[in-house]
């Protein structure tokens, strides 16, 4: 079973620059999640998609960074224009529906901006 | 808030030992709790997870408690080995939502 797939894998931008990554979840899973994850720390919820809806984009900074899933398979988040502190690995993770089911996350894509 | 703390300090022990991580939180009565492992430059896997009806679950070498009174999660690996180094994270369902939320991660390190 094919696992989820993130590109890029590294991007470097200056700041004010836009960047725009993808993700690609696990083949019949409904629930794909944006996290992002700062050096030292752990991975922080931006965007959870249930099929083609968002259920909950509460710590995504909206006046930057924009996600969408159209068709609820595979799903892009942008940043634009980027900050210093947008530095991170931006990870994808998929489950399949359910409460507790586990995630299954891609390999990432790490942003430096400079 | 919700708060989940993981130590921040790296743990390091003997191949052959048993490493004991610990995670706690505040503010929140979980339904249940994960743990994942994640390596330099990957993304998290899961490892286990363990209800708030379970006081303890086992898989392999890993034995996880939950202590819904001390509102602490215990991780233990069993006769570790150099190829279970890597950041171990806690992570809970999130208050009103289904998404987890990530403790910080305690780096293990097993020393051959």
């Known amino acids: 079973e094919a696992g989820v797939a993130q590109s890029p894998r590294y991007k470097i931008i200056e700041k004010r620059q836009s960047v725009a990554f993808w993700c690609n979840p696990i083949?019949?899973?409904?629930?794909l999640y944006w996290y992002q994850q700062i050096l030292g720390q752990g991975p922080k919820l931006l965007i959870q998609?249930?099929?083609?809806?968002?259920?909950?984009d509460s710590q995504l900074p909206k006046d930057r960074f924009s996600a969408e899933r159209l068709k609820g398979v595979d799903s892009t988040l942008k940043i634009q224009p980027a900050k210093l502190e947008d530095s991170a690995v931006y990870l994808c993770?998929?489950?399949?529906?359910?409460?507790?089911?586990?995630?299954?996350f891609g390999e990432g894509s790490r942003l430096t901006v400079l | 808030s919700q708060k989940i703390e993981q130590n921040s300090e790296a743990l390091n022990i003997q191949e052959g030992k048993t490493a004991t991580l610990t995670c706690n939180y505040t503010?929140?009565?979980?339904?249940?709790l994960q743990w994942y492992r994640q390596d330099p430059g990957r993304g998290p896997v899961f490892l286990l997870l363990?209800?708030?009806?379970?006081k303890e679950k086992r898989k392999e070498r890993l034995k996880v408690t939950f202590d819904t009174t001390l509102k602490q999660s215990l991780f233990h690996i069993t006769a570790s080995q150099p190829a279970d180094s890597a950041t171990y994270l806690c992570?809970?369902?999130?208050?009103?939502?289904?998404?987890?939320?990530f403790g910080s991660g305690t780096r293990l390190q097993v020393q051959p």
């Open positions: 993770a998929s489950s399949p529906q359910g409460d507790t089911g586990e995630l299954f």
């Open positions: 083949s019949g899973h409904a629930t």
């Open positions: 998609f249930q099929n083609n809806g968002v259920v909950d």
């Open positions: 503010n929140y009565s979980p339904a249940y």
């Open positions: 363990i209800r708030e009806n379970e």
């Open positions: 992570a809970l369902p999130g208050t009103g939502r289904r998404a987890l939320t």
